[in-house]
Structures are given as structure tokens and as C-alpha cells.
């Protein structure tokens, strides 16, 4: 089993930078890749980046170039730096992993851009 945890998210303005955390606990030896989801009001859940086990990233167009996903591996923790915020990355933001088996997804921490 793994148990993720999500933080960091808060109201800011456009433009503003934030970086949001994903602690991970459990049985992490099983876990072959890892990513960010949001779901925005009134909208499905969405793939906003993704890592394997091998460091190798993907990201969704909308946030391309102003997103970097990274893990400490020493902490058990993922990230996911932002920059440039606009309105529209308004969402919960959720971290998932996977095992190749299931996947596991946190509670979700708010973000919030506006002006």
C-alpha cells in the first residue's frame, strides 16, 4: 500500500509562482511512476504532469514550460514547481502513483488564481 499526502497549495495572484508537495509513505519500493492530476470546478480530473522510475517527464501542453516536476527520493517527496500562474490552472490538485497494479491518489490540496 502507499499513502500520499499533498501540500503547498494557497490562493495567489496571476503570475505568481508555487510549489506544491506530495509526501509518500509506504510500501514506495513498488511504485513505478508518479504524477500530478487537477480537477478544476466543473471540469473532469486532468493529467498535468508525470515521472517514472527512470526520471523521465511528461507534461500537459497547458502547463508546458512553466511546470517542472521533480522527486527527492532522500525525502519520499514529489513536486511540482509553478510558475507564470494564470486563472485557468485554478483547481484542486491531487498526487497519484503507480504501481503497475493500482493506482493511489492523495486528498488534494486547493489551488486558487485571482486577482
Known amino acids: 500500500q502507499v499513502q500520499l499526502v499533498e501540500s503547498g497549495g494557497g490562493s495567489v495572484q496571476p503570475g505568481d509562482s508555487l510549489r506544491l508537495s506530495c509526501a509518500v509513505s509506504?510500501?514506495?519500493?513498488?511504485?513505478?511512476?508518479m504524477g500530478w492530476y487537477r480537477q478544476p470546478p466543473g471540469k473532469e480530473r486532468e493529467l498535468v504532469a508525470s515521472i517514472n522510475s527512470g526520471g523521465s517527464t511528461n507534461y500537459a501542453n497547458s502547463v508546458k514550460g512553466r511546470s517542472t516536476i521533480s522527486r527527492d527520493n532522500a525525502k519520499n517527496t514529489m513536486y511540482l514547481q509553478m510558475s507564470s500562474l494564470k486563472p485557468e490552472d485554478t483547481a484542486v490538485y491531487y498526487c497519484n502513483a503507480n504501481t503497475g497494479l493500482r493506482h493511489f491518489w492523495g486528498q488534494g490540496t486547493q489551488v486558487t488564481v485571482s486577482s
Open positions: 509506504g510500501s514506495i519500493f513498488t511504485v513505478i511512476a
